[in-house]
């Protein structure tokens, strides 16, 4: 069974910088796109950033190109989110996601296992 395990969330300070991970295990790591996703109270989920399976591609969502880095370790099984220059409007629970597709997939009908989330809290 396939499972993703978010950490590294927190409360920082605008203009900060937070690192999330992501552990999966119960699936073949190596050959998926994973993305990340975010939720603020009360709004939809929305694309962050994804990676194909070999980091050859990479995409982000406008709000956070120029300021977060998304890459993987596939020895470790771990998708990794670098957040600098967090503004308060970052704050929100974010997940990981899998998908079986080649590619850099940005809807999240297209990923089938989901992390449980990690809170970030930007203060201004």
């Known amino acids: 069974q396939a499972h993703l395990v978010e950490s590294g969330g927190g409360l920082v300070q605008a203009g900060g910088s937070l690192r999330l991970s992501c552990a999966g295990s119960?699936?073949?790591?190596?050959?998926?796109?994973m993305g990340w996703f975010r939720q603020a109270p009360g709004k939809e989920r929305k694309f962050v950033a994804s990676?194909?399976?070999?980091?050859?591609?990479?995409y982000y969502a406008d709000s956070v190109k120029g300021r977060f880095t998304i890459s993987r370790d596939n020895a470790r099984n771990t998708v990794y989110l670098q957040m600098n220059s967090l503004k308060p409007e970052d704050t929100a629970a974010y997940y990981c996601?899998?998908?079986?597709?080649?590619?850099?997939?940005?809807?999240?009908?297209?990923?089938?296992?989901w992390g449980q989330g990690t809170q970030v809290t930007v203060s201004s």
């Open positions: 990676i194909s399976y070999n980091s050859g591609r990479i």
């Open positions: 119960g699936l073949t790591f190596s050959s998926l796109a």
């Open positions: 996601a899998a998908a079986d597709m080649y590619g850099t997939p940005t809807s999240s009908y297209e990923y089938t296992s």
